[in-house]
């Protein structure tokens, strides 16, 4: 009877992990398939005419996403943990979550530059702008034509600073974890742009209310 029971256990235990383990799996393959589509999606934009070489480019891009995944996963599991312990006074607690935050910072670094070797030793340089704005939505190139438009007046010097702002802003929104993180580091890079043209002397409250004016009448005449 003993023996019966403890099998009966046993079994119940082994069945319980089992499922517990595909559902894992099913969830995994599940997210590296949506993961994979979204990929391709930017692989097929690359003018790649050898088939085998745009999966490779896919696969890399998919594993990016994963990588990153998996970093801020980690993290965000450790914060939640964090926040519920009720052993934590609130100093205490918000110490402990920005050194979780803190150390994420490194690997998401060593995690973008061996992504970036990989690229380049299957794309050219433009292949790789592409790459990057198709995984921050092409709010770069969005952006700077906006404030093109916006102030046409702009010397060269200028465009190059508003250029480089965004081109770092897309580097970090490359690693963030979600829509609105990439945007966020795109909305801290634009109040840096927009205090430095302030610094230059360039009034740009007027200019971008006549310029969203303009974006308004543009739409209501398509």
């Not at 019966?4 to 082994?14: E, G, I, M, N, R």
């Not at 070797?117 to 969005?142: F, H, N, W």
């Not at 690693?175 to 993180?181: E, L």
Request: glycine share 4%; net charge positive.
């Amino acid at each position: 009877m003993k023996k019966t029971l403890l099998f009966a256990l046993a079994f119940a235990c082994f069945t319980s992990a089992g499922f517990a383990q595909q559902g894992n799996d099913a969830e995994k393959a599940a997210y590296r398939k949506v993961i994979t589509e979204r990929a391709d999606k930017i692989a097929v934009k690359l003018d790649i005419t050898d088939a085998s070489k745009k999966d490779l480019v896919r696969d890399i891009i998919a594993d990016q996403y994963i990588a990153l995944n998996d970093i801020h996963s980690a993290r965000d599991e450790k914060i939640k943990a964090l926040k519920a312990d009720q052993s934590l006074d609130k100093a205490a607690r918000v110490l402990k979550i920005s050194q979780v935050e803190a150390e994420a910072g490194p690997k998401l670094a060593r995690l973008h530059n061996e992504y970036m070797a990989k690229l380049s030793k299957q794309l050219s340089r433009q292949q790789i702008e592409k790459v990057k704005d198709g995984m921050t939505y092409s709010v770069l190139p969005i952006t700077y034509k906006g404030y093109m438009e916006m102030l046409p007046n702009l010397n060269e010097s200028q465009k190059e600073q508003i250029l480089a702002y965004l081109t770092e802003a897309r580097e970090y929104a490359m690693n963030a974890g979600s829509s609105d993180k990439k945007h966020a580091w795109f909305g801290k890079y634009k109040g840096k742009i927009n205090n430095y043209l302030s610094a230059q002397g360039v009034e740009t409250k007027k200019a971008r209310e006549e310029w969203e004016q303009k974006l308004k009448e543009r739409e209501q005449t398509k």
